[in-house]
C-alpha cells in the first residue's frame, strides 16, 4: 500500500476569507493511495494499513464501505466498528489458534507453535494483549535501535588469480572472468598450436 502526499490548496473562494482560517486549510495535508496490482475486496489487509494511517492522523478521502465489518444487506447498509476493531486487535487469529487446539494438536504445533512462544515470552495470553504491549512499548521509546554491523571475514585465496578461495569447510572453486590480455594470449596460443601441428 501507497500513499502519495499532496498539500491541499485553498479554493479561490476561500482566499478571500479571513488570513487565519485559510492558514488552517493551506496546512492540510491530503494523501492519495494506491494499492498497486492487489485486489481491494471488502475487508482486505490493506484497508487495515488505511485505518492505521486515518488513525495517525492522515487525510485520505475514503469510505467504510471497503473496511472488515461493512454488510449491505438489500438497501441496508451497516457498518460494526466493533468488528473492525477485532479484526486489527488479531481476535480472529485468536479464535483460529482455539479451534485448531481443540480440533488437531498437531497442526496447532506445526502452524502455532513459535507464536504461542512468542506470547508466553510476552507474558500475554492473546494476540489482543501483545498488540497492545507492543503499542504502548513504541510509545514509551518511538526511537528505532541501530543495527549492530556484522563482522564479515575477509575470504582468503589460495592462488593468484583469486579462483580458489579458502574456508573453514575447505578449498572451492570460483571461476572468474578472463581478462582482455589474458583472452588475447589464449587466441594466440590457439593459433600457434593449429600452426604448429
Not at 487446539?101 to 506470547?119: H, I
Request: hydrophobic share 25%.
Amino acid at each position: 500500500c501507497f500513499f502519495f502526499l499532496m498539500i491541499r490548496r485553498p479554493p479561490r473562494s476561500t482566499q478571500s476569507r479571513s488570513s487565519a482560517a485559510s492558514d488552517v486549510y493551506k496546512r492540510q495535508v491530503s494523501t492519495q493511495s494506491t494499492w498497486g496490482i492487489r485486489r481491494t475486496t471488502t475487508g482486505c489487509r490493506v484497508f487495515g494499513c488505511l485505518k492505521g494511517a486515518l488513525d495517525g492522523g492522515l487525510y485520505i478521502p475514503h469510505s467504510v464501505k471497503r473496511f472488515p465489518g461493512y454488510v449491505k444487506e438489500g438497501k441496508e447498509e451497516k457498518y460494526d466498528a466493533k468488528l473492525h476493531r477485532e479484526r486489527i486487535f488479531g481476535v480472529h487469529i485468536d479464535n483460529y489458534m482455539k479451534y485448531l487446539k481443540d480440533e488437531s494438536q498437531e497442526d496447532f504445533q506445526r502452524q502455532f507453535s513459535k507464536w504461542e512462544g512468542a506470547l508466553k515470552k510476552a507474558g500475554a495470553t492473546t494476540c489482543e494483549q501483545l498488540y497492545k504491549k507492543v503499542h504502548d512499548a513504541i510509545r514509551k521509546n518511538p526511537e528505532r535501535p541501530q543495527r549492530q554491523k556484522k563482522e564479515t571475514k575477509k575470504q582468503t585465496y589460495t592462488d593468484q588469480r583469486k579462483e580458489q578461495i579458502k574456508t573453514t569447510k575447505g578449498v572451492y572453486r570460483r571461476q572468474r572472468k578472463l581478462t582482455v590480455q589474458e583472452r588475447k594470449q589464449r587466441v594466440m596460443k590457439r593459433i600457434q598450436d593449429k600452426l604448429g601441428a
